[in-house]
């Protein structure tokens, strides 16, 4: 008769010692960190074709960026030098201008029209000294002439406050309210910029 081994019974509760081992079940197994950086894909190189033409369009912005900061500088200075030539012929103007009053005003004691003295001829009994007035007195309107500038009677015209200084108003018969009866001192203007009013009497 053969020896029978101890099964426990349905229900019967083993001991520690005796009971089997429980298993977990198997699973991956934890990995332990690293301090290494993730390495980065190689780049890809870039093709000659591709860098050829990256390099063109890089060279043609800055030509054209270049080209624009010239021709904005250029107009700068077109528009400085035309500043400047105004200003240095107004200044002139003004200049030449003060010279011509006082050769009028020679020529006025002298009895002579200073619109006379533009003509061609002169009375002949004008002295010497009054003809180089005259003279004197031509060569600086013509260099006014030359810059542009010209002289301007409003005599009988109507009174305009952008073109003529009222010095005195006139009442009386014949004479038209608003209109120039007299001129004091002839106006110059060079285009639309007046540079001196004309200085006259207006009727009222």
Request: proline residues 8%; hydrophobic residues 35%; negative net charge.
């Amino acid at each position: 008769m053969g020896i029978e081994e101890d099964t426990p019974a349905e229900g019967e509760v083993v001991s520690g010692a005796e009971a089997p081992e429980a298993t977990a079940p198997a699973g991956p197994e934890p990995t332990e960190p690293t301090d290494e950086a993730p390495v980065d894909p190689e780049p890809v190189e870039e093709d000659p074709l591709s860098r050829a033409e990256r390099e063109r369009d890089e060279y043609l912005d800055l030509a054209q960026r270049t080209r624009a900061d010239f021709d904005n500088y250029r107009k700068r200075v077109a528009g400085e030098t035309e500043t400047a030539v105004a200003r240095g012929r107004l200044e002139m103007a003004e200049g030449v201008i003060a010279c011509l009053d006082n050769l009028e005003r020679v020529m006025t004691a002298e009895g002579l029209n200073p619109s006379v003295a533009l003509g061609e001829g002169l009375p002949e009994d004008s002295p010497i000294s009054l003809q180089g007035v005259v003279v004197a007195y031509r060569d600086l309107n013509s260099a006014l002439s030359r810059v542009g500038v010209e002289v301007f009677d409003p005599s009988g015209e109507q009174f305009d406050p952008n073109l003529h200084e009222a010095i005195q108003a006139v009442e009386g018969d014949g004479v038209e309210p608003g209109s120039v009866v007299e001129v004091l001192q002839r106006g110059y203007r060079s285009g639309d910029q007046v540079i001196r009013a004309a200085r006259v009497v207006v009727g009222r």
